[in-house]
Nanobody
Framework: VQLQASGGGLVQAGGSLTLSCVVS????????TAWFRQAPGKEREIVAM???????HYSESVKGRFTISRDNAKNTVSLQMNSLKAEDTAIYYCGGKRYTGSSLYVFASQYDYWGRGTQVTVSS
């Protein structure tokens, strides 16, 4: 299984970006998928995740600003990020877990597959 993340970049505070994660080797509706981020000197933290059955979880810091979605036809998971803040600056990673249920997984150690990160930089 491979995950390929893209869409990062440099944006001003208050702006928007959309990250995409293309999955190959397994269908996205047979996995839990998530976006994590890691800032320099910090641990990798959950941003948002979507379970195989479509349930979702958001970190408190992004609720109301970010939206995770899944396109089964394109086998892609996206993260729409609005009202970006300087503190959103980090490397964003797409993760996948072999699980077809509805449980929500919010720790990086729980995920089986990882894509390369994509840098998001928000200037204030």
């Amino acid at each position: 299984v491979q995950l390929q993340a893209s869409g990062g970049g440099l944006v001003q505070a208050g702006g928007s970006l959309t990250l995409s994660c293309v999955v190959s080797g397994r269908t996205v509706d047979s996995m839990s998928t998530a976006w994590f981020r890691q800032a320099p000197g910090k641990e990798r933290e959950i941003v948002a995740m979507i379970s195989a059955r479509g349930g979702w979880h958001y970190s408190e810091s992004v609720k109301g600003r970010f939206t995770i979605s899944r396109d089964n036809a394109k086998n892609t998971v996206s993260l729409q990020m609005n009202s970006l803040k300087a503190e959103d600056t980090a490397i964003y990673y797409c993760g996948g877990k072999r699980y077809t249920g509805s449980s929500l997984y919010v720790f990086a150690s729980q995920y089986d597959y990882w894509g390369r990160g994509t840098q998001v930089t928000v200037s204030s």
